[in-house]
């Protein structure tokens, strides 16, 4: 296990918070599309091209747009981007009145006829990709999970989720829970963007069923895993503080670690040059990877 903590950058710190990228005005492009599948209609992105596919799982509020950060830089780095609305968000329907988070990923990509891929989950989604990672290892490459609770199964953790996050936890606004400070501070625009992301489009009923994971995700499970995992989380972050990233790590001793500075539970929209250096960074050291 190797923990690592990212620099903060040169200039200072609010400002560098305060810049605010948006892909119109990047030369990065992606292509929007639909697809239709089996699990149900998929809208996605996807930058297209020769390079490996590094794939990005969305939290479970928002939707791949909340990605835009990443684009030009993974482009740019020579990789594919794919991102897509998990069934239930964004644009995406499902074709059953059971969602299962799985079969929508395993057949999206074979749509884009892409065979192996580095696997990007953030919160929500990065506990999708340990559960689709411990039950289809053979297709990915890499896997980044960040700012995410990991949908681990242990009885002692469900305690301590309930211990970080009780009742009133949840009845706070959504920025209090998921911007740390530092970016709320300086960046009044980019919190009101992360909003208007965040919360638009959000088809799931509350009574909408999921399939369960075809592998429980369990620290036992998590023990015996040989893809190469990045696990990273912001400093600031409620849901999974760097205290509980380092539990997972006892579990899993090749895993690497990243904490990324002045952050809470989006580090990948709050400090987005030390989230993409930090993933491009063990994403390269995989590249290739059979």
Request: aromatic share 8%; net charge negative.
């Amino acid at each position: 296990m190797r923990e690592i903590v990212a620099r903060t950058c040169g200039c200072a710190a609010l400002a560098c918070l305060a810049a605010v990228w948006h892909p119109q005005a990047s030369a990065a492009t992606v292509a929007e599309a639909y697809a239709e599948l089996p699990a149900g209609r998929v809208f996605y992105l996807d930058s297209g091209g020769e390079g490996e596919a590094v794939v990005f799982l969305h939290a479970r509020s928002g939707n791949s747009l909340l990605f835009e950060h990443q684009v030009e830089p993974f482009t740019s780095a020579g990789y594919r981007f794919i991102a897509y609305d998990r069934i239930g968000q964004g644009r995406s329907t499902s074709a059953s009145a059971t969602v299962d988070p799985h079969s929508e990923l395993e057949q999206l990509m074979d749509h884009l006829r892409v065979t192996r891929f580095h696997l990007v989950g953030v919160a929500a989604g990065g506990g999708v990709a340990l559960e689709h990672v411990l039950a289809h290892p053979q297709r990915i490459a890499s896997v980044t999970v960040a700012n995410s609770i990991g949908n681990v199964q242990d009885p002692d953790y469900l305690a301590l989720g309930r211990r970080l996050r009780p009742p009133e936890f949840d009845r706070l606004p959504l920025e209090l829970r998921e911007l740390g400070p530092s970016y709320r501070a300086a960046n009044p625009d980019g919190v009101r963007r992360w909003l208007d992301l965040s919360t638009s489009g959000q088809q799931r009923a509350a009574g909408a069923a999921t399939a369960g994971p075809p592998v429980p995700v369990t620290f036992a499970a998590l023990g015996e895993l040989r893809v190469p995992t990045l696990l990273l989380t912001g400093d600031a972050d409620l849901y999974t503080p760097p205290a509980v990233l380092r539990m997972f790590a006892e579990h899993m001793p090749r895993a690497e670690l990243v904490v990324v500075p002045e952050s809470g539970h989006a580090s990948q929209w709050e400090n987005p040059a030390e989230f993409n250096r930090a993933v491009l960074r063990f994403v390269r050291s995989h590249a290739g990877r059979r």
